[in-house]
């Protein structure tokens, strides 16, 4: 159980493009998604949080009109990369959380999704 | 100060070796902690909850020192399948909850 998926799992794209990405968990209902990303031999940088029906909290130093996130429903967050230049390229990654109980905390991630901006 | 600090590493043993990681926190009021692990080019992947009482699952142990702020994970008889990166998670206050990644330790067992 807790399974999650992202699509797409990589795309190329024209600098100047929008790119949207989709976060679904599959079998839970996610009161909580978050948005990472990944540059090469780095960590995890957390983009944003979002809980169902709200709006994103985004973390310092990241433009929310450029990286607009949407979550309408429990199982559905998305992505939209605006405008993409190629220092947008890097490993997206969403995790969704919302099990019942102890483990109400565990983050589940998806696949990632690895954007390349030319 | 980085809120999550992690020694990058590479930490290079040999399989049947015991190795230990630390994972430094620096804000006290921290509630959670994890270890991930991720492989080249995927996404983490949960290892182990670490409680305040410590916790084991087969050859991997988790410690929490709150004093120190700090948590541990050793892996005893090491893999070759272990090599990977290893990365600490700290969530503060519960509620709505906000995750802090370390970098990621890197483990290289070799034959």
């Known amino acids: 159980g807790a399974v999650v998926s992202q699509h797409p799992s990589w795309v190329i794209c024209k600098s100047g493009t929008s790119v949207k990405i989709e976060c679904r968990s599959l079998d839970f209902q996610a009161t909580t998604m978050f948005w990472y990303r990944q540059f090469p031999k780095q960590s995890l940088m957390l983009m944003a949080t979002?809980?169902?029906?709200?709006?994103?909290?985004?973390e310092q130093g990241v433009e929310k009109d450029k990286f607009l996130i949407n979550h309408a429903s429990l199982t559905l967050s998305t992505l939209t990369v605006t405008s993409a230049h190629p220092e947008d390229s890097s490993f997206y990654i969403c995790?969704?959380?919302?099990?019942?109980?102890?483990?109400?905390?565990?983050?589940?991630f998806g696949p990632g999704t690895r954007l390349t901006v030319l | 100060r980085k809120e999550v600090e992690q020694d990058p590493g590479p930490f290079n043993v040999p399989e049947g070796a015991t190795v230990a990681f630390n994972c430094t926190y620096s804000?006290?009021?921290?509630?959670?902690f994890f270890w991930y692990r991720q492989d080249c080019r995927k996404e983490p992947k949960l290892l182990m909850s670490?409680?305040?009482s410590g916790n084991e699952d087969g050859r991997f142990t988790a410690q929490l020192n709150r004093a120190s702020q700090y948590i541990s994970l050793l892996i005893r008889d090491s893999k070759l399948s272990d090599s990977a990166t290893y990365l600490c998670?700290?969530?503060?206050?519960?509620?709505?909850?906000?995750?802090?990644f370390g970098r990621g330790t890197s483990l290289i067992v070799h034959p």
């Open positions: 995790s969704a959380a919302g099990l019942a109980g102890p483990r109400y905390n565990e983050q589940f």
């Open positions: 998670v700290v969530n503060q206050a519960g509620g709505s909850y906000i995750p802090t």
């Open positions: 979002s809980n169902e029906g709200s709006k994103a909290t985004y």
């Open positions: 804000n006290s009021a921290s509630q959670s």
């Open positions: 670490v409680y305040s």
